[in-house]
């Protein structure tokens, strides 16, 4: 879906490690974001990012940092796992300039923290 | 801080019905955006409604941002199994950077 993907898919960890997802696009967009998904909360902003090496912190950041050293990858890291961090982890791209151009989403990370 | 809210959370219809959903925001919008999220997949991007008391459509679903820019809503006519999923509208946060997402609602379509 418009040159993002996510990777791993799925992945299981034990509680305190450290843990990185990564989002890879292909289009050249200068925004992309990390988002959680939890039942009932639907969709909370960890961190985004407005350039290479231009990031900052959303609503939920605790226990998250991200890195961005080119434009097509945005990493994100989970410095110790906790329990709570047990979440579906969607990266997305977007073009906040662009009247009409919503987020694109990637197929999501399912993260377990055991 | 900025909050969005929707109702209903889930909402089980026997095909063929209609389906509304409603989205209330804590603070004016300058515009507000819609997603579709089917079970286990990803939010898709539905439209983006910019101007006081728009309408949309696109094919059996009408999308409306109200006069306030404070509510919108997403009616989907004559529902099809092919509807199944979660919506999800989403307006600007407090610094118009980034989209504030609301809980969603659940649609189920009963055959």
């Known amino acids: 879906d418009a040159g993002i993907t996510q990777s791993p898919r799925h992945k299981v960890t034990e509680t305190g490690t450290p843990v990185t997802l990564r989002c890879h696009q292909t289009?050249?967009?200068?925004?992309m974001y990390w988002y959680r998904q939890d039942p009932g909360h639907g969709l909370r902003l960890i961190h985004y990012?407005?350039?290479?090496?231009?990031?900052d912190k959303g609503e939920v950041s605790d226990g998250y940092s991200v890195s961005r050293s080119k434009t097509e990858d945005f990493l994100l890291t989970l410095e110790s796992a906790t329990s709570s961090q047990t979440s579906v982890y969607f990266c997305?791209?977007?073009?906040?300039?662009?009247?009409?151009?919503?987020?694109?989403f990637g197929s999501g990370t399912r993260l377990t923290v055991v | 801080g900025q909050q969005v809210m929707q109702i209903p959370q889930y909402q089980h219809v026997q095909e063929g019905e209609d389906f509304t959903t409603y989205c209330n925001s804590s603070?004016?919008?300058?515009?507000i955006q819609w997603y579709k999220q089917r079970p286990g997949g990803h939010p898709v991007f539905l439209i983006q409604?910019?101007?006081?008391?728009e309408v949309k459509k696109q094919k059996r679903l009408t999308f409306q941002f109200g006069e306030a820019k404070k509510n919108s809503s997403l009616h989907i006519t004559a529902t099809q199994t092919t509807d199944v999923g979660t919506y999800f509208c989403?307006?600007?946060?407090?610094?118009?950077?980034?989209?504030?997402f609301g809980p969603g609602t659940r649609l189920s379509v009963l055959p």
């Open positions: 997305a791209i977007s073009e906040p300039d662009r009247q009409g151009f919503g987020y694109t």
């Open positions: 289009e050249n967009h200068r925004y």
């Open positions: 990012s407005y350039g290479v090496k231009d990031t």
């Open positions: 603070t004016t919008l300058s515009n």
């Open positions: 409604l910019v101007k006081s008391g």
């Open positions: 989403a307006g600007p946060d407090n610094y118009g950077q980034n989209f504030v």
